[in-house]
């Protein structure tokens, strides 16, 4: 079976400081990964995900996260966050050739302060 | 064009009452899943539909717990004689063909509080 660990429910952080939410995950087969974000009073919606190639993917908002197969992680970054960044971030792995459904993190909190 | 809808955005209900909550995916996406969120936890996974294919039910807690869905449109989660611990967000998404790589785009939920 499949787990994701985010290691911290809650990251407070002032506004242009850097940022890291930890994710790790636990998989005897090969996964696609996800982070999805869920701003205040919206949907869940797709941040980036690493299906293969570049093991560092990219959002058009600025984050990035690398894909680190020998420490099962997919830890996502921001060099310099805004208020807007402000959100619930959630990291998920889907297994492959497995339909595509998602086992979530528990979540982590992104707050950001001016 | 429209996103995935849910309803209803909200549904108070009593223990023990039954409770039928609807999902319109995106047009022409074949895949769609059904996922819930407890107080304080992250989503998990209930069961997934993929065109006339056998869904996979394997995330579902028990057997009070079913779903339908109609081709490939509307999905409707059932739950018999609901209990306190039934009490969380449904959130229903859907993806395009090749879902196993395909983004999921997610309702609005429903929020779900049996008494």
């Known amino acids: 079976a499949q787990s994701v660990t985010q290691l911290d429910s809650q990251v407070p952080v002032f506004e242009e400081a850097p940022v890291e939410l930890r994710c790790n995950y636990s998989s005897s087969v090969s996964v696609y990964l996800f982070w999805y974000v869920q701003y205040p009073n919206q949907g869940l919606q797709l941040l980036l995900k690493?299906?293969?190639?570049?093991?560092l993917v990219e959002s058009i908002n600025g984050f990035e996260a690398e894909f680190n197969k020998s420490q099962t992680s997919f830890h996502l970054r921001k060099p310099s966050v805004h208020i807007s960044d402000t959100a619930e971030y959630f990291c998920a792995v889907s297994v492959r050739n497995q339909g595509g459904k998602l086992i979530f993190g528990q979540g982590t909190e992104l707050s950001v302060k001016p | 064009g429209a996103g995935v809808s849910q309803s209803p955005s909200n549904k108070v209900t009593e223990k023990g009452k039954d409770v039928e909550l609807r999902c319109d995916p995106i047009s022409g996406h074949t895949a769609l899943y059904w996922y819930r969120q407890r107080l304080g936890q992250g989503l998990e996974f209930l069961i997934y539909?993929?065109?006339?294919?056998?869904?996979?039910k394997s995330g579902l807690p028990s057997d009070r717990f079913s779903a339908e869905r109609t081709g490939e449109s509307v999905s409707t989660l059932t739950i018999q004689r609901t209990q306190q611990e039934d009490s969380a967000v449904y959130l229903c998404?859907?993806?395009?063909?090749?879902?196993?790589?395909?983004?999921?785009?997610f309702g609005p939920g429903t929020r779900l509080l049996v008494l």
């Open positions: 690493y299906l293969s190639g570049s093991t």
């Open positions: 998404a859907s993806s395009r063909p090749l879902a196993g790589v395909g983004t999921q785009y």
């Open positions: 539909f993929q065109g006339n294919s056998a869904p996979d």
